[in-house]
């Protein structure tokens, strides 16, 4: 299995000459993100993870071309709703040769206000992980660790990196800051790579890794 990052918090997996890709939104300006994929996951609405126009186009462009994703996001895609398929927490299915078991079923809290919008996170093959904007528990060895949001602190990594326990944890959601917040974002996945004796880091755009 094959794994790039891309962008702010959208990965492409691929697997026998098979390729999904999670989350190409706004902040995914790489048009190879989605080059041959066979499909889309979404894990939830906002932006950063997800850009309408984006999925309209590529769906028009392949016709085989599916989304999975959770039910606040299908709501926003009426216009494609024959290829959209709603994925909720416990639900398993197969997508392009990868096992895909739905994850969790709202984002974290990020506003007092603000009731938290849907998300689901993705296990694939269980092996790899993508949680969106949430922070459930899973057993799997490669964790996609949001590494920097306004819903999220320093502790609040740390304390979901130590109980996951991963093998290894790459960082992503960290297209809000700037050279000086990434090098605070490395310190910290840097100091827990020790103690969990973990291939715990940031992956730079573009950037592969083979699982």
Known sequence: ?????????????????????????VMTP?????????AVLITHEHVDHFEAERLYAAVAADAELAVYTCSGVARRLEGIRDRVRVVADGDVLTVAGFEVV??????H???????????????????VFHPGDALPLVDVPT?????QAPWLTVPDLIGYLREMGPRRAYAIHDGLLNEWGLK???????????????????LLPGESVEL
Do not use: Q, W
């Not at 790489?30 to 066979?38: F, I, K, N, R």
């Open 143 to 147: 964790l996609l660790v949001p590494g």
């Open 102 to 107: 739905g994850v969790g079923e709202k984002h």
């Open 1 to 25: 299995m094959r794994l790039t990052k891309y962008g702010h918090a959208c990965v492409r997996v691929e697997k026998d000459s098979r390729a999904i890709v999670i989350d190409p939104g």
């Open 184 to 202: 605070v974002l490395d310190s910290v996945l840097a100091s827990e790579a020790g103690p969990l004796d973990a291939d715990i880091r940031r």
């Open 109 to 127: 809290l990020s506003h007092p206000d603000a009731e938290p919008v849907d998300n689901v996170g993705f296990l694939l093959d269980g092996e």
């Open 30 to 38: 790489e048009p190879e993100a989605l080059a041959g994929v066979e």
